[in-house]
C-alpha cells in the first residue's frame, strides 16, 4: 500500500532533551516536507527537500533540523526541544515538485513540557 | 506572516444548504490547491488550480481561481454530513523556491 508513515504518533518529552520522528515514503517520491499544525494557524511548513541531500527552508524552520539521506527517509530533529515546538507534525511528500498532489503521513502528537 | 487568510473561520450549516469558502492573499501564487482534513487525519487534496480564471467542478463542489491568481474560492452545493471537515487552501510559488503557503483553514460542520 502506497503512503506516508510517522513515527512515532505520540510523544511526550521534556525541554531540552533531543528528540527525532521519522517519516518514510514508499512511492519514490522525490519532494518531501514537514508541517506543523496549531489552532487557527493552519500548517506552516519547516522544511521540504526536493531530492536526496537537497533541502531547504520552510517558513518556520527555526529550531528544527532535518536530513535527507535517502529518497525514502526524511527524519526531522528537535535538537534541543522547547514548549513552543508543542504541536500536530505532518510529514507530506509528492512525486515531484509543487503543485505535484502531496500524500500525507498520520502525524505526530509532540508535547514538549 | 500568514499570506493566506481564509474566511469563514467556521461554519455550521444544516444539510442540504450552500456555501463558499474563501482564500485570499496580497501575493500573486503559481497553483493553489484545497485539501480536506478529517479529525485524526492528515490533509487529502481535493483539487490544483493553476491558471487565472480556471474553473474546476468535482461532483458538487466548485472550485475558482482567481484571475490574478491571488484568491480562491470553493462552493459546496447542497452540503452534506459526509462533508464535515477542516478545509485548507495551500498556495505555491515556484520561483527560486518551492515552498508552500496554507491558509488558516476553515472548518465546516454539516448538520443532518
Known amino acids: 500500500e502506497a503512503q506516508v508513515t510517522q513515527n512515532p504518533r505520540y510523544l511526550i518529552t521534556v525541554t531540552g532533551k533531543k528528540l527525532t520522528v521519522t517519516c518514510s515514503q514508499n512511492?519514490?517520491?522525490?519532494?518531501m516536507s514537514w508541517y506543523r499544525q496549531d489552532p487557527g494557524l493552519g500548517l506552516r511548513q519547516i522544511y521540504y527537500s526536493m531530492n536526496v541531500e537537497v533541502t531547504d527552508k520552510g517558513d518556520v524552520p527555526e529550531g528544527y533540523k532535518v536530513s535527507r539521506k535517502e529518497k525514502r527517509n526524511f527524519p526531522l530533529i528537535l535538537e534541543s526541544p522547547s514548549p513552543n515546538q508543542t504541536s500536530l507534525y505532518f510529514c507530506?511528500?509528492?512525486?515531484?515538485?509543487?503543485?505535484?498532489?502531496?500524500?500525507f503521513g498520520p502525524g505526530t502528537r509532540l508535547t514538549v513540557t | 506572516t500568514q499570506l493566506l487568510e481564509q474566511s469563514p473561520q467556521f461554519l455550521s450549516i444544516q444539510e442540504g444548504e450552500n456555501l463558499t469558502v474563501y482564500c485570499n492573499s496580497s501575493?500573486?501564487?503559481?497553483?493553489l490547491q484545497w485539501y480536506r482534513q478529517e479529525p485524526g487525519e492528515g490533509p487529502v487534496l481535493l483539487v490544483t488550480?493553476?491558471?487565472?480564471?480556471e474553473v474546476k467542478k468535482l461532483k458538487r463542489l466548485t472550485f475558482q481561481f482567481g484571475d490574478a491568481r491571488k484568491d480562491s474560492s470553493l462552493h459546496i452545493t447542497a452540503a452534506q454530513p459526509g462533508d464535515t471537515g477542516l478545509y485548507l487552501c495551500?498556495?505555491?510559488?515556484?520561483?527560486?523556491?518551492?515552498?508552500?503557503?496554507f491558509g488558516t483553514g476553515t472548518r465546516l460542520k454539516v448538520l443532518a
Open positions: 507530506a511528500s509528492s512525486l515531484s515538485r509543487p503543485p505535484a498532489e502531496q500524500y
Open positions: 495551500a498556495g505555491a510559488r515556484t520561483s527560486g523556491t518551492y515552498k508552500y503557503i
Open positions: 512511492m519514490n517520491h522525490e519532494y
Open positions: 501575493s500573486v501564487f503559481s497553483s
Open positions: 488550480v493553476v491558471t487565472g480564471g
